[in-house]
């Protein structure tokens, strides 16, 4: 898998454009306090991967631009970044289905409900919005499935466990999530 994965790297200031980086399958950008950014635009069609997590300093809303990466798209974390901001982009639900998980746990400023154009992600499995201001209220039965997990009825405000980015992105491949350029 090739990709770009930098964590407790003392990343500082603006997250660059990625929009030109057409290969990567997986982007990480992991436990950086001191990043004061918005999240990326992202357009890889190979993109499978992407990790924003725990940088506490990233605001803003999830790009609706990310939609140009299309079905290759499987998983998005982003939890733990208590500054990212506004709905779910409705534009996501066109274009991600192939999506499987969603991560944005203790984003405490993300709210609204599902769109209801996310009723194409079929391959949803995790939708995370524990302590998030989002509602299942609208969603598709699968997207529902998928929040049920985490104690995300019609309401949000839960308290359930959750694995960490080594439990839940451990595949066949054995990658890792370390400060490294991984070439498949």
Known sequence: ??????????LQGDIPDLSGLD????IGILHN???NSTLPNLTSKHLK????????FIHGPLPSSWME????????FISFSPGLNGTLPMEWGSSLTGLEEIWVEDCSLLSGTVPEEWKGMRNLKIFNVKGTKISSDGATKNVKEAMSIFGVASN????TTTTSISDSDSDS???????????G
């Open 69 to 76: 990466i299309g079905p290759s798209l499987q998983t998005v």
């Open 1 to 10: 898998m090739r990709g770009f994965v930098s964590t407790w790297a003392g």
């Open 49 to 56: 991967k992407v990790y924003f997590n725990n940088n506490h």
């Open 156 to 159: 949000t405000n839960v308290t």
């Open 173 to 183: 491949e054995g990658e890792g999530l370390n400060n490294q350029d991984l070439d």
């Open 33 to 35: 306090p001191q990043l």
């Open 23 to 26: 290969e990567l399958e997986l």
